[in-house]
């Protein structure tokens, strides 16, 4: 007889794949919690964008050279002015230069409550917090050093004093 939704045969440990379809996993409890829901990716209004395309510049050599791969959208109510060359396809080109005008317009309009600020921040805290703990490790592993090396220390020292006063040259013996 064949089980069609076992993920592994006589083993009490596994669970089915209907389980898994519907379960949500987290890695870490405190990941799951501490997610804040990041704001709406922003749009623009295509009558409010002129749009060009230009030949490409710079590495690439005579296929970026030659084609109008390379968009550059304004922004008519402000006068922003984005260029986009990130591949030598035009399609995705276009794509990215929207996407950066919307971001630089959510930027202008909203300020530190921005997606790109929004998630800056969070990489700044991640950093942080990395750099915290590279820290927090090597000044461990520096005061486990020198506690070693202060014990290693106090051993010689105890033996030197030891040999001074019970050797054949102490004083005692020659009395």
Do not use: W
Not at 90 to 115: D, I
Not at 143 to 151: C, M, R, V
Request: a positive charge.
């Amino acid at each position: 007889m064949f089980l069609r939704h076992a993920v592994c045969a006589g083993r009490s440990s596994c669970l089915s794949t209907a389980h898994y379809a519907n379960a949500v996993r987290h890695f870490s409890r405190s990941a799951a919690v501490a997610i804040k829901q990041m704001p709406p990716r922003p749009k623009v209004d295509e009558a409010e964008i002129e749009e060009a395309f230009l030949k490409g510049s710079g590495p690439g050599g005579q296929k970026i050279n030659k084609t109008s791969s390379a968009v550059q959208l304004k922004h008519l109510p402000t006068g922003i002015v984005i260029k986009s060359q990130e591949t030598r396809s035009r399609t995705q080109n276009r794509k990215m230069a929207r996407l950066l005008l919307a971001e630089k317009l959510e930027e202008m309009e909203k300020g530190p409550e921005s997606r790109r600020a929004v998630k800056a921040e969070v990489a700044k805290k991640r950093k942080a917090s990395k750099t915290k703990k590279a820290k927090r490790k090597y000044k461990k592993l520096d005061g486990e050093e020198e506690g070693d090396e202060g014990e290693a220390g106090e051993k010689e020292s105890e033996g030197a004093v030891d040999n001074h006063g019970s050797g054949p040259d102490s004083s005692d013996a020659k009395q």
